[in-house]
């Protein structure tokens, strides 16, 4: 059973980081694009980043120069470092797991991001 769990949401200031956190199990982590998304209040979920099985990464424009995602195969984690935190960067934050672009993936229960202003 494919199991996503996030971890490290929290309430923080704006200016501030966060260091968000995604374990996996029940799939070849390896070989997975890992994403991670936001849904802010009253809005549709969206792509922050991604990182594929080789590490090439992409980012929302609104995470560049902000955000770094990163993965550690050997322990089925992917990471989203955020940076400079802001107060529409609200909402909460999915992990999801897909093997083809065309996949609808495997999603995370989420974790919630509060930025203060």
């Known amino acids: 059973q494919v199991q996503l769990v996030e971890s490290g949401g929290d309430l923080v200031q704006a200016g501030g980081s966060l260091r968000l956190s995604c374990a996996s199990s029940?799939?070849?982590?390896?070989?997975?694009?890992m994403g991670w998304y936001r849904q802010a209040p009253g809005r549709e979920r969206e792509l922050v980043a991604a990182?594929?099985?080789?590490?090439?990464?992409n980012y929302a424009d609104s995470a560049k120069g902000r955000f770094s995602i990163s993965r550690d195969n050997a322990k089925n984690t992917v990471y989203l470092q955020m940076n400079s935190l802001k107060y529409e960067d609200t909402g909460v934050y999915y992990c999801?797991?897909?093997?083809?672009?065309?996949?609808?993936?495997?999603w995370g229960k989420g974790t919630l991001v509060t930025v203060s202003a």
């Open positions: 999801n797991a897909r093997l083809r672009s065309t996949d609808v993936g495997t």
């Open positions: 029940g799939i070849i982590f390896s070989i997975y694009t």
């Open positions: 990182i594929n099985r080789g590490g090439s990464t």
